[in-house]
């Protein structure tokens, strides 16, 4: 049985940083791609960020490049969100995703996923 389970989230002031940790068991890591999203009160669940198997290849939304980046730990079975400069529109909860490929975790298909994080930001 898959599971992702994340970790790290909190309250941060607007400026700050915070890292999001997703820990994978039940499947063989190393050879899939893994993606951040994050879902807003109100609003549809939307694509963060991904990496793909060997971390080198990652691709962000527009809002989050520059500020969040995405890193995997194939010996940890992990993947992290370091998230800079966080503004309170990064408020929701985050989730990790586990797909087969950049194209499943884009467009939200066949994907394992965590049960999220609650990241808020105050201003």
């Known amino acids: 049985q898959v599971q992702l389970v994340e970790s790290g989230g909190g309250l941060v002031q607007a400026g700050g940083s915070l890292r999001l940790s997703c820990a994978v068991s039940?499947?063989?890591?190393?050879?899939?791609?893994m993606g951040w999203f994050r879902q807003a009160p109100g609003k549809e669940r939307e694509f963060v960020a991904d990496?793909?198997?060997?971390?080198?290849?990652?691709y962000y939304a527009d809002s989050v490049r520059g500020r969040f980046t995405i890193a995997r730990d194939n010996a940890k079975n992990t993947v992290y969100l370091q998230m800079s400069s966080l503004k309170p529109e990064d408020t929701a909860v985050y989730f990790c995703?586990?797909?087969?490929?950049?194209?499943?975790?884009?467009?939200?298909?066949?994907?394992?996923w965590g049960q999220g994080t609650q990241v808020t930001v105050s201003s």
């Open positions: 995703a586990s797909g087969p490929s950049y194209s499943d975790i884009r467009g939200s298909r066949n994907l394992y």
């Open positions: 039940g499947r063989t890591f190393t050879i899939y791609d």
């Open positions: 990496i793909n198997w060997d971390g080198t290849r990652t």
